[in-house]
């Protein structure tokens, strides 16, 4: 074979060794997606009131407030809102016995809060509050400022005092009158 048949033959074979080797080229598939999103609660919280309890010596016809003053945190991370206001809300479940001594009550109507430091006392009649409280037996102790803005997260230390008017009655038996009055802070 002359020389020039040999290097066609040569350059033939290499061409198709390099046609016939395997394809190393990137392979990819269809373009997917996924979405994605996240959400962070409202959140009110309330912090545990100090001090936790109290007595007093109640007298018929007279006013007899409880020693100290409760304070308590209220907190809040809300959504922005020119209309919304975070309350504190005390009550008593059942405002015709908010104090109890056997079958002898003392209703809510008789039970007043101040948080002006006795300036102004509200007796404990007013209605829920979204759904927070009782019917005749509520009393609103806190409310922000709308929470729209830089108010939207905050917290205030809330400090109230509560007294017990028997001036109108009703006349008590000799005993210990016990109750619980609840405190729920709530957004809206």
């Known amino acids: 074979m002359s020389l020039s048949i040999r ?20 392979v990819s598939s269809s373009l997917q997606q996924v979405a994605l999103g996240a959400i962070k609660g409202q959140t009110v919280t309330l912090g545990a009131p100090s001090p936790t309890s109290q007595g007093l010596n109640l ?5 007899t407030e409880w020693a100290a003053p409760f304070t308590l945190t209220v907190a809040w991370d809300v959504t922005n809102s020119p209309t919304t206001t975070v309350k504190l809300v005390g009550y008593f479940p059942t405002p015709s016995q908010a104090l109890t001594f056997g079958t002898s009550y003392i209703p809510s109507s008789s039970i007043e809060a101040s948080v002006d430091n006795g300036l102004t006392w509200t007796p404990v009649t007013s209605n829920a509050v979204g759904g927070i409280g009782s019917a005749g037996g509520s009393v ?22 509560v007294r017990l008017n028997l001036t109108a009655g009703p006349a008590t038996l000799a005993g210990i009158y016990a109750g619980t009055f609840y405190l729920m802070a709530i957004a809206n």
């Open 140 to 161: 609103v102790l806190y409310t922000s400022a709308p929470t729209d803005g830089a108010n939207k997260t905050g917290s205030a230390a809330v400090t109230f005092k």
């Open 59 to 63: 007298v018929d016809g007279a006013i």
């Open 7 to 26: 290097a066609l033959a040569l350059t033939s074979c290499c061409a198709v060794s390099l046609v016939a080797a395997p394809a190393s080229a990137q």
